[in-house]
């Protein structure tokens, strides 16, 4: 617990690309034999699972909110917190997943823009949400204290 409250103290560097889908940009992507599970963590949160044989093999959220899209001046729902089990990656599980949970934000909930955010040096999930569809926003270079954001870099795409 103290760990927890002594790393809210630190300066945390952020260094990520936006990338955002639109009802105009929803990209195909063929229908994986994995179905997709949904539960609810919080009025803010979504849960997007797969599970093989009782084994959760890939999760990524949805957040209604988040504080880094106001560096943008953006609102919407954004995707995160996204990890495939080891022996599963390279099967396509994680554009598949990601590309869903838009379409439905997009087509069904009547959202205007999906976002997800990734790490700039984090190849593996770029391709992924490149193959997905998404299109690249903005990046972002900062430091982050506590909920406070400075020395903020935008460059939009």
Known sequence: MLKKLLRL???TPID??????????????????YPIQVAQISPNKKQFFIKDEGLLIHQSFLFRKLWLLRIIKEVGPAIGDCSTL??????????????YIAKVELLHNNQQEVFIIVNSNNESSIRGIEKAGFKRHTTIKAKRFLVFHFGV?????
Do not use: H
């Not at 099967?91 to 598949?96: E, G, M, V």
């Not at 870099?153 to 795409?157: E, I, T, V």
């Open 153 to 157: 870099q935008r460059n939009s795409n």
């Open 16 to 33: 990520v690309i936006v990338y955002s889908m639109t009802k105009d940009t929803i990209a195909d992507f063929k229908n994986l034999e």
């Open 86 to 99: 080891d022996a599963y990656k390279g099967k396509s599980i994680y554009p598949y997943v990601i590309n």
């Open 9 to 11: 103290w630190k300066i």
